[in-house]
């Protein structure tokens, strides 16, 4: 499975960004799907995670109510729609996949592919 995350950029505190993952290759055996942020020398931590049906979604507590995790299966697409953006954002966001797990966890473990990585930087 490869994954190809785009959609990150620059913008303002309180703006918005719409980031997406196109998978391609063994699609049909992906389920659950997430993203993931590094931020400048922190470790990779989870930001949000939806199932195969997207019935399931986990979010982190700080981006509760401002970011929405969704998918189109028929598409092979995960997006991350980012609402109300802070400059603790900034980070490289990846997105990820599992083929062994529908369920949305939060751990990095769980998910077998990543993207490259898309940069969002939010300026205060």
């Known amino acids: 499975v490869q994954l190809q995350a785009s959609g990150g950029g620059l913008v303002q505190a309180g703006g918005s960004l719409t980031l997406s993952c196109a998978a391609s290759?063994?699609?049909?055996?992906?389920?659950?799907k997430a993203w993931f942020r590094q931020a400048p020398g922190k470790e990779r931590e989870f930001v949000a995670a939806?199932?195969?049906?997207?019935?399931?979604?986990y979010y982190e507590d700080s981006v509760k109510g401002r970011f929405t995790i969704s998918r189109e299966n028929a598409k092979n697409m995960v997006y991350l729609q980012m609402n109300s953006l802070k400059p603790e954002d900034t980070a490289v966001y990846y997105c990820?996949?599992?083929?062994?797990?529908?369920?949305?966890?939060?751990?990095?473990?769980?998910?077998?592919?990543w993207g490259q990585g898309t940069q969002v930087t939010v300026s205060s």
């Open positions: 290759g063994r699609t049909s055996s992906t389920y659950a």
């Open positions: 939806i199932s195969w049906s997207g019935a399931s979604t």
């Open positions: 990820a996949v599992s083929i062994s797990n529908n369920n949305p966890l939060p751990q990095r473990f769980e998910y077998e592919f």
